[in-house]
């Protein structure tokens, strides 16, 4: 059986915020938009349907629990829950919270405009944060 390895570009486009029993809990490095990305930790996992029943279950109650740390930190007007998976094959789950002022509304995110990079102490105040209502 191989391992669980990190997708390449998934490891430099997030941050690692936690660990939970199926998933790792990414930050995306887009200081636009609140967004976490949730990587089911099986090796060579593309698609939900091939989890297994156990593990469809438990990340739906992943999703679930990114979803309300969102909502408790951001308020925003609506959660994006999207699993794409066009771009990289390795199967993950983004979590967006959008706001009716943001960037790309009300239009999807993706390609919408370049990522603005965190400043190193943004980055680490909302790491802080976000640890904190994810557990």
Not at 6 to 17: C, F, I, Q, S, W
Not at 24 to 36: E, G, H, I, N, Q
Not at 115 to 121: G, I, K, L, Q, T
Request: proline share 8%; aromatic share 6%.
């Amino acid at each position: 059986m191989t391992e669980f390895t990190l997708h390449g570009t998934l490891a430099a486009d997030t941050v690692e915020a936690a660990r939970w029993p199926l998933c790792r809990v990414l930050l995306a490095k887009d200081s636009r938009y609140p967004w976490l990305i949730l990587v089911p930790q099986r090796a060579e996992m593309t698609e939900i349907h091939r989890l297994d029943p156990a593990d469809q279950s438990q990340l739906m109650t992943e999703i679930t629990r990114a979803s309300r740390a969102l909502e408790t930190l951001h308020t925003p007007d609506k959660i994006n829950v999207a699993a794409l998976g066009n771009m990289v094959p390795q199967l993950h789950i983004h979590i967006v919270a959008r706001f009716r002022t943001d960037a790309a509304w009300p239009g999807p995110i993706w390609g919408a405009h370049p990522p603005v990079p965190y400043a190193a102490a943004e980055l680490d105040a909302a790491l802080e944060a976000l640890r904190q209502a994810l557990n």
